[in-house]
């Protein structure tokens, strides 16, 4: 009888060692494909040439990114550290560190998971909404 409480108590242990915590779909790391600036006519990768990449894990998230507008020949280098929430599709994104100082601070955004691509939309009002114009940013999975 020992035994096989042993028994069932070694099995339990192996099982419940094997079970992975489930993480957010947006933890892993993400490449840009798409960019529209609310400001702006041209479109990434439609005009402006480079690459971004960004992160998320446990509540952290970091980017880097170079780009290059076609009416210059000056490199725009984006790169960028915070924390973030996330409840739904409504994403708070913590800016800490950032390449433009005027950047730094809390952005509010929607943001949609579909299958491989992650899309994220702003600025949005306190409520989420977003304006007649927006950013888009669209990424795909890398891992």
Same mark, same amino acid.
């Given at each position: 009888?020992?035994?096989?409480?042993?028994?069932?108590?070694?099995?339990?242990?192996?099982?419940?060692?094997?079970?992975?915590?489930? +993480?957010?779909?947006?933890?892993?790391?993400?490449?840009?494909?798409?960019?529209?600036?609310?400001? =702006?006519?041209?479109?990434?990768?439609?005009?402006?040439?480079?690459?971004?990449? *960004?992160?998320?894990?446990?509540?952290?998230?970091?980017?880097?990114?170079?780009?290059?507008?076609?009416?210059?020949?000056?490199?725009?280098? @984006?790169?960028?550290?915070?924390?973030?929430?996330?409840?739904?599709?409504?994403?708070? &994104?913590?800016? *800490?560190?950032?390449?433009?100082?005027?950047?730094?601070? #809390?952005? +509010? =955004?929607? =943001? &949609?998971?579909?299958? @491989? #691509?992650?899309?994220? =939309?702003?600025?949005?009002? &306190?409520?989420?909404?977003?304006?007649?114009?927006?950013?888009?940013?669209?990424?795909?999975?890398?891992?």
């Amino acid at each position: 009888m020992k035994r096989v409480i042993f028994l069932s108590l070694i099995i339990l242990l192996i099982i419940g060692s094997c079970i992975q915590e489930k +993480k957010s779909p947006i933890e892993g790391a993400w490449k840009l494909v798409y960019l529209k600036n609310r400001s =702006m006519e041209e479109t990434f990768p439609a005009q402006i040439s480079g690459e971004q990449v *960004k992160m998320f894990l446990n509540g952290h998230l970091t980017w880097v990114g170079q780009f290059k507008l076609p009416t210059d020949t000056t490199i725009l280098y @984006d790169y960028g550290l915070g924390t973030y929430t996330i409840d739904g599709n409504k994403f708070i &994104e913590n800016v *800490k560190i950032h390449g433009q100082k005027s950047a730094i601070g #809390t952005k +509010k =955004m929607i =943001m &949609e998971i579909r299958n @491989d #691509t992650l899309i994220q =939309m702003y600025p949005t009002d &306190e409520n989420f909404n977003l304006p007649e114009k927006y950013h888009i940013f669209k990424y795909i999975r890398l891992e």
